[in-house]
């Protein structure tokens, strides 16, 4: 009993004394599969959406199958910087064509593919946590020397629930409708990249679990244009799979990212390709004015605001006509 109150007592301390994680610019997921480790900022409400169409052709059961459907994502920043709460999901239409003598059968299914709800928590931020080093005045060798501590990514934790209703024909047979999911979350921020790791355990308590990984890297071109890697594999005796995305997002504003992005896999059953487009946009009710600018999030706090100083956002506006 000792030992819960303590960690009670902990995560209350974390929570109300937590470091800012609101960024002065959206910090949207898309248009990757993987979740950053930080939160969205408090009092912070983000819609992030999008559509995508592709194929799969299976080698085996001589089947195609295209693919037209939409993604959906809700975050909200809860009670302090460090706590998101969120909502993701898909809605799918599929057709598969099966040849069976002179004749091609069809069949359609349309439906959610998934509905995940749940909370993610950020435990360790090495912005705040981990000192960097200093400049040694008397050696340039020694400054150019690989420090260390720039390895130790942000880590959070995830914890959600997926659900679905009866007669979903994207569920398993015996599948329940409501099954776990978790995740350890990772953000390593190295100036202009960012690599963001997802080790995920999803319907670990049903018949057929499934665990994987995401992998993504970003890369900042410019403040507004950013491209980005993204490798993630399913591990499950349903479904295994290695799938590689790639694509872009560009800023508007301070609130609303456009992106697109391709995905397709290495194997023949299914082979796969999709083409995704999205928007992201954040409705900003953050009331807090101070930033931990040693941070990375920080940081780009600060540079939103040099970036606002100079009429960067400002053209923008102007050029296309919104009221921002």
């Known amino acids: 009993m000792h030992y819960l109150k303590v960690g009670i007592a902990f995560i209350f301390f974390g929570i109300f004394n937590a470091n800012a994680q609101y960024t002065e610019t959206i910090n949207s997921n898309r248009p990757g599969e993987s979740q950053g480790a930080y939160a969205v900022g408090k009092n912070v409400l983000q819609l992030e959406a999008g559509a995508y169409f592709g194929n799969d052709n299976h080698s085996l059961f001589n089947s195609d199958t295209d693919i037209l459907g939409a993604s959906y994502g809700l975050r909200y920043g809860f009670l302090t910087e460090i706590l998101e709460l969120n909502f993701f999901g898909s809605f799918q239409d599929q057709v598969t064509s099966i040849p069976v003598g002179n004749s091609v059968d069809e069949f359609k299914t349309t439906n959610f593919k998934t509905n995940t709800i749940g909370a993610k928590f950020l435990l360790f931020d090495p912005g705040v946590s981990v000192k960097e080093r200093e400049v040694n005045l008397y050696s340039w060798k020694a400054n150019q020397r690989l420090d260390l501590r720039s390895l130790i990514p942000a880590v959070s934790?995830?914890?959600?629930?997926?659900?679905?209703w009866w007669d979903n024909p994207y569920m398993f047979e015996g599948e329940s409708e409501i099954s776990p999911k978790a995740a350890i979350i990772t953000q390593n921020n190295w100036g202009n990249w960012v690599l963001v790791m997802n080790f995920i355990a999803d319907k670990f308590t049903e018949e057929f679990p499934?665990?994987?990984?995401?992998?993504?890297?970003?890369?900042?071109?410019?403040?507004?244009?950013?491209?980005?890697g993204e490798?993630?594999?399913?591990?499950?005796?349903?479904?295994?799979?290695?799938?590689?995305r790639?694509?872009?997002a560009y800023l508007f504003g301070?609130?609303?990212?456009?992106?697109?992005?391709?995905?397709?896999n290495f194997k023949d059953t299914p082979s796969r390709w999709q083409v995704a487009a999205g928007v992201s946009y954040r409705f900003d009710f953050h009331e807090d004015d101070e930033?931990?600018?040693?941070?990375?999030?920080?940081?780009?706090?600060?540079r939103g605001e040099e970036l606002e100083e100079t009429g960067f956002y400002?053209?923008?506006?102007?050029?296309?006509?919104?009221d921002k």
């Open 157 to 164: 934790v995830y914890g959600g629930a997926n659900f679905s």
């Open 291 to 302: 930033y931990i600018e040693d941070t990375y999030e920080g940081k780009r706090n600060q």
């Open 254 to 264: 301070k609130d609303f990212q456009l992106d697109i992005s391709g995905l397709v």
């Open 246 to 248: 790639g694509g872009a």
């Open 314 to 322: 400002k053209d923008d506006d102007e050029g296309d006509g919104s």
């Open 210 to 228: 499934s665990y994987g990984g995401v992998f993504t890297l970003t890369h900042a071109v410019t403040p507004k244009f950013a491209v980005f």
């Open 231 to 244: 490798f993630q594999t399913y591990i499950s005796d349903l479904y295994a799979d290695d799938l590689v």
